[in-house]
């Protein structure tokens, strides 16, 4: 069975500082994907990484995929309330499968 | 990317009684799964919904208690028989294509079995 853990399980912030979530496992993935879920709502798709070392940046955030493909972090600058969710890593282990093996989720709140 | 819509949004259903969840997406595609969540927690396959055949459950998930249907390529169900309050929990399906491999989430249905 392939566990990805994630760190913190809890994180509160005051808006505007910094802050990185962590996604590791024993187990190989082809590709990584992290998502942002609101209350109420379904996860929605923030990135994919595919290659080991790969960095990608969308606005504050910036994710990055370990070399050997293993573990992820997401990394979060000057933080806002708007970033307040559960964030998930899901791996991917076997390439075009599609089946998605979660992580333990990340609870951020942002307090203004 | 895709819209996808799960009907009831939320249900509170007596123990031993059956729902069935509806998942309807916009636009054709490959692959359907269900999955379930306990409120702030992460997510749990219980099975890929293949269309025009009998659904891959994962460990510790079976047809007689999640029946899954997918009729065509934009829907699918999902019902939870025999419920218990066990069963009392978020069920979310999700869409995905062969040429990607990023999964598009419904809002998800919360169910409450007393």
């Known amino acids: 069975t392939q566990l990805l853990e994630q760190s913190p399980q809890f994180l509160s912030i005051q808006e505007g500082e910094n802050l990185t979530v962590y996604c590791n496992s024993s187990s190989v993935f082809s590709s990584l994907q992290w998502y942002r879920q609101e209350p109420g709502e379904g996860p929605v798709l923030l990135v994919t990484?595919?290659?080991?070392?790969e960095v990608k940046k969308l606005k504050r955030l910036t994710f990055q995929f370990g070399d050997a493909r293993k573990d992820s972090s997401l990394h979060i600058t000057a933080a806002q309330p708007g970033d307040t969710g559960l964030y998930l890593c899901a791996g991917e282990s076997n390439f075009g499968n599609e089946k998605l093996t979660f992580g333990t989720g990340t609870r951020l709140t942002i307090i203004p | 990317s895709a819209v996808i819509s799960q009907k009831p949004s939320r249900d509170i259903c007596q123990r031993g009684t059956s729902l069935t969840i509806q998942c309807q997406v916009d636009?054709?595609?490959?692959?359907m799964f269900w999955y379930r969540q306990q409120p702030g927690q992460s997510l749990t396959l219980i099975a890929t919904?293949?269309?025009?055949?009998?659904?891959?459950?994962e460990s510790g998930f079976v047809i007689d208690k999640f029946p899954i249907s997918r009729p065509n390529l934009t829907f699918s169900t999902l019902t939870v028989s025999n419920m218990s309050p066990e069963d009392s929990s978020i069920y979310l399906c999700s869409a995905a294509w062969t040429a990607t491999y990023e999964q598009y989430f419904g809002p998800g249905t919360r169910l409450t079995v007393t």
């Open positions: 636009s054709q595609v490959t692959m």
């Open positions: 919904a293949n269309q025009g055949s009998e659904a891959t459950y």
């Open positions: 990484v595919v290659t080991g070392g």
